[in-house]
Nanobody
Framework: QVQMVESGGGLVQAGESLRLSCKVSGRAFSTSSMGWFRQAPGKEREFVAATDSTGYRRTLADAVKGRFSISRDNRDNTVFLQMNNLTPEDTALYFC??????????????????WGQGTQVTVSS
């Protein structure tokens, strides 16, 4: 059974950076694609970024291109979301997600098989 724990969220000011981490237990990580999603109060869950099992293929939502990046460390079963130049519109609960297929990368949250509990990111203006 996969367990996923996010960390790295917090309260920052606009323009600052945060790096989210998601540690995954179990053997599935190295053969699975990973995604990050976010959900703000009163809004639907929104795709942010995804990477394949190797980390070489990546995709980002238009809203975060040029500011966010996704990476992974398969030796440590961890996926990262580097968030730069944060804005108040980035305020949300951020989730990591695992999909038991390396490729293609998926942007629909229903395509993912396991989820973390989320980490809160709050950006003040």
């Amino acid at each position: 059974q996969v367990q996923m724990v996010e960390s790295g969220g917090g309260l920052v000011q606009a323009g600052e950076s945060l790096r989210l981490s998601c540690k995954v237990s179990g053997r599935a990580f190295s053969t699975s694609s990973m995604g990050w999603f976010r959900q703000a109060p009163g809004k639907e869950r929104e795709f942010v970024a995804a990477t394949d099992s190797t980390g070489y293929r990546r995709t980002l939502a238009d809203a975060v291109k040029g500011r966010f990046s996704i990476s992974r460390d398969n030796r440590d079963n961890t996926v990262f979301l580097q968030m730069n130049n944060l804005t108040p519109e980035d305020t949300a609960l951020y989730f990591c997600a695992l999909r038991r297929r390396s490729f293609p990368l998926a942007q629909m949250w229903t395509s993912y098989d396991a989820w973390g509990q989320g980490t809160q990111v709050t950006v003040s203006s």
